[in-house]
């Protein structure tokens, strides 16, 4: 695939990431990454004796990121711990706000070279980052060394790769489970141990959990529920295999598996068995924190924080994503992030952040990132590492989610959608289940209308490349 006109096209693209973050985004901070050299200083002579060895000065290796509090102090162990490890690279780890903040600044650097070696973007943004032409891909890395990357999680690689090709690392990994409370479970007669697997059964469950006050549950109107709700169909979101055997150009947003899980999301609502809390997850989390709900969706990254807001209270469950009855075989997408390197800097840089990829995929560190953020380790044999041993013992509704991953179906469906345009996507999905939900249109017609948009989006956004 060439670039037409590769200035042309980020304005266009960039155009169309709007503030949509994924789970744990951060909040806008100045740019205050440097531009990094590996320029070693002259050496100096004195009274005609032999020079001495120059000194050997560190590459510089800029990582943008856009992880905070929490997130970002692990972060930031990370880095220390990579640049103590080792004498030849320095790495500094600069906080660049939400993830489309971070894409916009690395868009308005690219002319001057003032960007970063290394960008942490969200899953989202794969294709535009492929068609930017900006990035070094790490396979290029990984086929120079051999590297081995059969240690890696099949399902989280599947999902960045494309063409065969890795452009990038994963870093930030997670996926979708279904929340409940046990206590409420117990009191409605229904097995606490035992979570609804499909629709027809987490239908039947809410309408018995629905009483005195409390609803059977709810869920966020989030564009990234929907895209997983196909995947556990084994349906696809786009056509031409998902946008990976050559480029979308249409929403398959109206097919059956959309107008399925949206008509049964609107009667459940319709019925009050749901609430429409509306498209934040947070409120969703206080509902259910209060035992407002009984059940509700989101991240695995949200899992720690979701069993201690409940603790002395209620025991919080967890299961798969529910999906239909005659579902064929699917599974999950992967969320979060990955890490690209930007081909406007030295070898040495590029060489220096892949150096530091590698660090942050060895077992040790993703055992660490891992227990500390609630994130999915990359590499199998983090699994093996005591810290994430203690941790299953801890949480051990995180096995919940380390099962949903394994078990898996890999396809083109579970592999995810790319397009260019998919923070617009999201956000026109999202707006169709709000008219859906809120009997403004009917599902069908609802999906129908958003689709049509994408489509115009993703043809608009096509023009900008070839094929």
Known sequence: MKLLNSKAALPLVLSGLMALTAACGGTTSPATGGQASSAEPKPTTEDAKPAPAPASTPVKVVWWHSMSGELGKAVDKLVADFNASQKDVTVEAVFQGTYDESLTKMKASMDSKSGPALIQVYEIGSRFMIDSKAITPVQNFIDKEKYDISSLEDNILNYYRVDGKLYSMPFNTSNPILYYNKDMFKAAGLDPEKPPATYEELAAAAKKLTKDGQAGGSFAIYGWFMEQFFANQGAELLNNGNGRASLATESLLASDAGVKTLTWWK???????????????????????????????????????????????????????????????????????????????????????WEFIKFLADAKQQAYWSVNTGYFPITKKAYDEQLVKDNLTKYPQFKTAIDQLHATKPNQATQGAVMGVFPEARQLTETAIEEALNNKKQPKEALEGAAKEISNKIGQYNKTVAK
């Open 267 to 353: 009667q459940l609502v319709d019925e009050k068995s749901l609430l429409n809390l509306g498209r934040k997850t947070d409120d969703t989390k206080k509902a259910f924190a209060a035992g407002q709900i009984a059940m509700t969706l989101d991240s695995t990254a949200s899992l720690r924080g979701i069993v201690s807001s409940a603790e002395g209270k209620f025991e919080v469950g967890t299961g798969f994503l529910p999906k239909p009855a005659d579902a064929k075989d699917g599974g999950v997408i992967v969320g979060g992030a990955s890490l690209y390197m930007l081909n406007n800097r030295s070898d040495a840089e590029q060489q220096g952040a």
